[in-house]
């Protein structure tokens, strides 16, 4: 039984990030301004932080995604994900997203929560569909333009 999920994927492949991938990461982000900037050396600083989990979604041996995010104790946070604007919608970043929360359910968090700009409406509809819900605004949090953040959240269910 393929699901349009499966036929869209087929090629393609979600595994752990590696600070090798430190550049493609980087070059993702130059490639998304929805999303938070990090040059190649900060990718590579985060990847060595306590907590961290991060995931790559590979086609044909390339970099096409990837999601970072931290566990603090029984809460994770979403620090980071993008998809080259060409691998979009194929479902890559739900594939992602849903890897990061079997894997924090499985190291024992309880609630997982992201910012989001508030202007992204793809990025929070993304997120909604996933079982996201606004919990909160941050003014000013974000920086290049200056804007609020949504603070969104899931909680994880045993
Ligand atoms: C947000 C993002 C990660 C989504 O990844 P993606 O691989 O394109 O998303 P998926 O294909 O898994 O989409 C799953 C669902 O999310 C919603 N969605 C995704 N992109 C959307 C868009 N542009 N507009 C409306 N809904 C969207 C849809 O409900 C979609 O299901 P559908 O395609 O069956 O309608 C990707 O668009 C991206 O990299 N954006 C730039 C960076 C960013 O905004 N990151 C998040 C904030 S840090």
Known sequence: MATELGRERAKSAIRTLRAEDAGAVAEI?????????????????????????????E????????????????????????????SRRKGEGGALLQAAVEEFRTRGVNRVFLEVRESNVPGI?????HKFSKTG???GYYRDPSEAALVMEHKLVR
């Open 137 to 139: 605004r941050r003014e």
């Open 59 to 86: 086609a044909d041996g390339k970099l096409v995604g990837f999601l970072i995010g931290r566990q603090t104790s029984e809460e994770a946070e979403i620090l980071n994900l993008a998809l080259a604007p060409e």
């Open 29 to 57: 982000l130059r490639r998304s301004p929805e999303a938070v900037f990090w040059p190649e050396a900060s990718v590579k600083e985060v990847l060595e932080w306590q907590g961290i989990l991060g995931i790559a979604s």
């Open 125 to 129: 509809t993304f997120y909604a569909r």
